[in-house]
């Protein structure tokens, strides 16, 4: 089931690149702002943000050239899951930085790093890996290699719930309100983490279909 | 890529038309149950909970008719997910009037007024917006409206967030229990105009397809 | 809209078969470690876990095979729904099965043997349809079935919503913190049992195109 493309339609691997290059930006600051002290967050935060604006604007764009292209490189459907995914993933990004500085969260426990490092790593194949969508190359490393990370993700993310939820010593009212709110971080950044797996499978099942 | 419809398929507009009525209504009970005294709620969240199941009836009718037809109005997986997310709209609406009475809440935070009212406006404009499908007419106005409201109720939202996480003075293990409550409550309401965002959404879609 | 099949495109109901053969039997392990003294409880969650695994491979294989084939037994959008519904069905059971372990729960509620109880038995229903899939046959009992079992989980969740946040005495720190772990654990097992919903709807979805 290969395809001949016109230049027209070919116009989809730039965008889907273009996004997951403002990911790995948005990835980076938010990586930096896990380990910046509170004061340079909102800062960071806001950089993300504008990362979250610029992939919604790259979002509509390539909605609208899939609901005005007849004829797509894959499946429609495809193109439309892996927009929505990454999507997903620099929202839930945008979420998390958002919710530190709005809940003025003091020391974040080290397991957050770990998570944002996974998402560096994440957002930096997908980076790579998009171009090589128009040729179909190399893409079963990048699918397993996502896999992986999200394996170590989902190991810091147990971890840090264990942490966050089994504290050792007594906790206080206002010690569990913390813990309510770092773990909506956790969560947050788990989504993410999760959200980068489905763009790779999107991609998987493209690869697939093509092969 | 216009359609001719034979009047057999253009019975999908109607039944929108009647899902997006049925939410206006239920939005109208929710939002007036979150201003009323408690022991005004339950027979209000009973009103809206009868706006669930008739829009689930409505989502069934859908369905069937949509597995029945052969040539569909506009793409099949547009009307899917334009079914869906109403039905996700009504879902949480319910959700969030169930909660505050099975939790017994007292007096709910000013905010909140502003998410249902944000709902009440958005729902409207959905059921006015439903019967334009058929025409095409008029839709740019309500997604752009809808997104504009969709803003507004973030703001609404993360003021929330910051007000009930971050209360100002001491807070006793009874004063965590009920903020637990309540951000169920408003993290509810966020996802029905999160939903209605996607009913816009998908309406443009449906919209740049025919243009 | 009926296909005759080659015994090629069969293979997908044997897969399906398989999938809901796995989610059956880690709805069994789930009720007894439920049920089961928490020292029992971590080798009940290690097979739920690898119940997820083989879950997994069977997603795989079967999107390997969509993806693959040209023409399906049914539309590819029901498949990749009724596969991926599947496979939430799994993972959330797993979740479940890994929170009660990973957070040391003591006793657990009476109100969660009925989620699980619910789940064994939709998960037992499934199992029994997906080889009707094949000569669609008896499949409307499923889907009634499933559906009433939904309402039966979905009562047990409320009930155990009120029973968990709105204890009869007073409340101190930790045990609002047993409280929010509790309230994960449920609301999980209330995913898995709308999971099972989105399996019999995907089902119906397909019958109703087939008829």
């Given at each position: 089931m290969a395809f001949r493309?016109?230049?027209?339609?070919?116009?989809?691997?730039?965008?889907?690149?273009?996004?997951?290059?403002?990911?790995?930006?948005?990835?980076?600051?938010?990586?930096?702002?896990?380990?910046?002290?509170?004061?340079?967050?909102?800062?960071?935060?806001?950089?993300v943000k504008d990362a979250e604006n610029a992939g919604d604007e790259l979002t509509h764009e390539i909605m609208v050239k899939l609901n005005k292209t007849f004829v797509t490189p894959f499946d429609r459907e495809d193109i439309y899951r892996l927009t929505s995914s990454l999507d997903d993933v620099v929202d839930a990004m945008e979420e998390a930085a958002d919710r530190i500085v709005l809940y003025r969260l003091g020391?974040?426990?080290?397991?957050?790093?770990?998570?944002?490092?996974?998402?560096?790593?994440?957002?930096?194949?997908?980076?790579?890996?998009?171009?090589?969508?128009?040729?179909?190359?190399?893409?079963?490393?990048?699918?397993?290699?996502?896999?992986?990370?999200?394996?170590?993700?989902?190991?810091?993310?147990?971890?840090?719930?264990?942490?966050?939820l089994c504290p050792p010593g007594d906790v206080d009212a206002a010690g569990v309100l913390t813990i309510l709110k770092l773990k909506e971080v956790v969560d947050t950044l788990e989504e993410a983490a999760d959200a980068f797996e489905t763009?790779?499978?999107?991609?998987?099942s493209i690869a697939v279909k093509e092969s």
């Open positions: 493309l016109t230049p027209h339609e070919r116009g989809f691997y730039p965008l889907f690149t273009r996004a997951a290059e403002n990911i790995a930006r948005a990835a980076d600051d938010l990586a930096t702002l896990v380990a910046a002290p509170p004061a340079e967050r909102p800062e960071l935060a806001r950089r020391e974040l426990p080290a397991g957050m790093k770990t998570q944002t490092d996974v998402l560096r790593r994440a957002a930096a194949a997908t980076a790579e890996a998009m171009p090589q969508l128009a040729t179909m190359s190399k893409l079963q490393e990048y699918w397993v290699h996502v896999n992986s990370l999200e394996d170590e993700g989902d190991a810091a993310y147990r971890a840090l719930l264990e942490e966050l763009v790779a499978n999107t991609v998987e």
